[in-house]
């Protein structure tokens, strides 16, 4: 490999631009909605209404159980493609402010840490039940996915990231055909016989999520730095001088490339089906493909054409996505704190009625919480 010598010699340069993007937050605020209530809306919305978008929005409020996808399944990877595409802007300041490499390095392999340690601490580690800790976590697998990722970012050129994603995708999708599990043989793609699975409960300490799985686990992490890489090629696509490219152009060919992603990743889920829980190479593929075609959207809407007042109500949550998925962990009790504001309010509807409006409570309290550290200017920076 080769050392990326662009972001030493062209940060500057006007070849390659540093400016943070609003589209960016607002995605990563809109991603963050449906763990934040937004969820509960659509659900609430289908059983008041029983109109048939409402009653198909809801089945995709959750997870698919095993193969197959629905939107539930885009949160998690699209916060990771985010965090990839922020990867090429986040070096690109540090060393224009002229930060060593040293100090580089130190701040990856710190953010890494934090993440991991995040996520123990989201799973109840506080409660000292050493018997049921659970060290796989969601921060724990974005942490570690975006540490690799940025070791490649950092000690390769650009070209080579290209080779690195399609060589992931591959190579996982090999090791799951091809390596046999004892009492399963090779290719078993289910819960219990898979090789995620398998190594999971060999090496992986303290409880699994799903007993003989973890979504999480250790092998999964694999293709997920694939999909923090898409985010890097994205980001770095992006930062390219708008002289050189202008900026609809930009959009509209992320978007194209976001189609594209798609349609291979659902090909290629014709033979190695799309699956969270194993983060096969199909489901990056798929799940790229829609984190880019919103960001193309995003970025449009936002960036391109101007319109930015109404995203500023996701770059509220944006700016301090990390805060509010910890402290809804229970750190904060914002059930409790809706009930308090609005119990009156919802009880003066009918029962049919009462979902909604906890559930807009719910959404109301938490986004005003992150308003109010907005205005004061407080972050959570991992």
Sequence with gaps: MTTNKQDDSKVNSGQFKTDRLMSLDALRGFDMLWIMGGNRIIIALAD??????????????????????????????????????????????????????????????????????????????????????????????????????????????????????????????????????????????????????????????GRLYKEVHDPEGILGTIPAVATALMGALTGNFLRISDQQIKRLYKGLLIGAAGIVSLGIGWLWGLIFPINKNLWTSSYVLYAGGLSLILLSLFYLIIDVWGWKKWAFFFVVIGLNSITIYMLQAGIINFRSSTMFFFGGLIKSFSENWQPLITALGYTTICWIFLYILYRKKIFLKV
Excluded at 119 to 138: E, P
């Design 48 to 205: 008041l209404t029983g109109l048939a978008f409402f009653t198909w929005a809801a089945k995709h409020m959750h997870h698919a159980v095993w193969d197959g996808f629905r939107f539930y399944d885009m949160i998690f990877p699209l916060f990771l493609f985010i965090a990839g595409v922020s990867m090429p802007y986040s070096f690109a300041k540090r060393k224009a402010k002229g930060e060593t490499m040293k100090k580089i390095y130190r701040h990856v392999f710190q953010r890494m840490i934090t993440l991991v340690i995040f996520g123990i601490i989201y799973n109840q580690f506080l409660q000292f039940d050493w018997g049921n800790i659970r060290y796989a976590s969601v921060l724990g697998r974005i942490g570690l996915a975006w540490f690799f990722a940025a070791l490649i970012v950092l000690n390769s050129n650009p070209k080579w990231w290209y080779a690195w994603f399609g060589g992931i995708l591959l190579f996982y999708w090999a090791i799951l055909m091809l390596i046999p599990v004892p009492g399963f043989g090779a290719g078993n793609l289910t819960m219990e016989g898979s090789l995620v699975g398998y190594i999971d409960r060999l090496l992986l300490p």
